[in-house]
């Protein structure tokens, strides 16, 4: 039954990597989803029907009930609440690791080993370094979860001192293991999660609202190694498989994302990045005036264009309004205008968010490009209609060495003849600084709900 159930475990690992390879793209996207539910029931059911698996009655009471609250929660969640619904998850697979390291230092025997007091060297090792990343990817999911959320502000919490004490808990926690390893005393283990919990809290806390879906990435990345460490403790090799794709593929996402935003990947994997330049919006913009403009105003000018770039954000997720974008868009292009989607690397609150709002509308991938396959394109734009976006063209990240988001590269709307500007507000975005592109003079400001203001165009255009 080993060897069947290792056959399976290596036919469930292939599933996980085809999961991952589908949903690279758009386009693939679905089948990965597919790949990546067969590989789990497989992985599941083998697991169950292990003899050495005791308490299956308990087991499938716990499958119905997570699994019911898992598909209750899918049933309900709106698309814009998917990257705090990701954080929140997160969490839980983090709680988890704990959990199984508890379980494990309680009663070695059950796990294979040792016993109570003279637990083995390598098996310490691993459920130190689970519980540890474990730890820290619970605490730090939740405040990441409480900043997508709102709960929590969306600007840098930053103090003096801040990098030395995380250094010195990381210092603190590598002590806390050797320590645990040789005296195997609860206290020690108590000590580790502990101040694992404090260092999740304190390398996330600095991260600034414009940045958090590289931090979203980061974590998923942290519960990938924190899921393979305690399949090490559990000697589960299909675990460790799929636990290590999960850290690398995160890692590897949040690499390049961090070189598209011109940021550190070291500075990320710290918590060191989002506080760091500046403490707030340095431009005062109180006694300038922006530019009002309505949905005819906007119809005229974009119907009288030659070409067109939509810039979406998140209000345009909150809004729902994904759809009646296409609609419009569908209408210029009936009226010979050229349009095409321009997506930043951290549109939205996570990876992707944005290319899977507007395939969901039936978007044409190939109208949808990558911030730098179109940057250049903006200069011979006539309009740049920004919908529901704004710290990602915000130009104090090239121009305002005190801005937070300084050196963050951004979409460069500004350099269309007219940029369309639709907010709810003329406030601030996710990371709490002032836009001065509202107030250029090629700037015109539509003031509504997104999906409000984008049906008004289209009533206006017919």
Wanted: proline letters at 3%.
């Amino acid at each position: 039954m080993e060897i069947f159930a290792s056959l399976i475990y290596l036919v469930a690992a292939v599933l996980f990597i085809l999961a991952l390879r589908g949903l690279s793209h758009p386009e693939t996207a679905r089948q990965g989803l597919n790949f990546g539910m067969a590989g789990m029931a497989l992985a599941v059911l083998t697991t169950i029907l292990l003899p050495s698996v005791g308490g299956i009655g308990w087991i499938i009471v716990g499958i119905m009930i997570g699994g019911g609250i898992g598909a209750g929660i899918a049933k309900k969640i709106d698309m814009t609440d998917l990257p705090q619904l990701m954080a929140a998850f997160h969490s839980l697979v983090g709680l988890a690791a704990v959990c199984v390291a508890a379980a494990a230092f309680g009663n070695p025997e059950a796990f294979g080993i040792g016993i109570t007091g003279d637990i083995h060297l390598g098996s310490l090792i691993e459920m130190s370094l689970g519980l540890a990343i474990g730890a820290i990817t619970f605490t730090g999911s939740i405040i990441a979860w409480g900043k997508l959320e709102g709960r929590i502000s969306g600007k840098p919490v930053t103090f003096a001192g801040q990098h030395a004490l995380n250094g010195a808990l990381a210092v603190g926690l590598v002590l806390l293991i050797v320590l645990l390893c040789a005296s195997q005393s609860l206290f020690f283990f108590i000590l580790i999660a502990l101040l694992a919990m404090a260092l999740g809290v304190l390398i996330i806390i600095p991260i600034g609202g414009a940045d958090m879906p590289v931090i979203v990435s980061m974590l998923n990345s942290y519960s990938g190694w924190a899921a393979a460490g305690i399949g090490f403790t559990l000697h589960n090799n299909l675990l460790i498989i799929v636990g290590a794709l999960v850290g690398a593929s995160g890692a590897i996402l949040s690499y390049i994302m961090c070189k598209g935003m011109n940021r550190s990947f070291i500075s990320v994997l710290l918590g060191g990045f989002g506080g760091e330049s500046g403490g707030g919006a340095a431009g005062d913009y109180s006694d300038r005036t922006a530019k009002i403009g309505s949905a005819d105003d906007a119809a005229f000018i974009m119907k009288n264009a030659s070409k067109v770039i939509i810039v979406p954000g998140y209000g345009m997720a909150v809004a729902q309004a994904q759809h009646a974008l296409r609609e419009m868009v569908d209408l210029l292009k009936a009226e010979g205008v050229e349009v095409k989607y321009a997506i930043h690397p951290v549109a939205g609150r996570m990876p992707g968010h944005m290319n899977v709002l507007l395939a969901e509308a039936n978007v044409p991938y190939d109208e949808v490009f990558e911030m730098e396959d179109i940057n250049r394109e903006f200069a011979q734009a006539d309009v740049a209609y920004v919908i529901g976006a704004n710290d990602i063209t915000n130009p104090a990240a090239k121009k305002d060495a005190s801005s937070p988001i300084f050196g963050m590269p951004i979409l460069d709307v500004d350099k269309a003849k007219t940029v369309l500007f639709v907010k709810r507000s003329m406030g601030s975005g996710y990371a709490g600084i002032d836009n001065p592109l509202f107030f250029e003079e090629g700037t015109m400001m539509l003031l509504a709900d997104a999906k409000k203001m984008t049906e008004e165009i289209i009533k206006a255009m017919e």
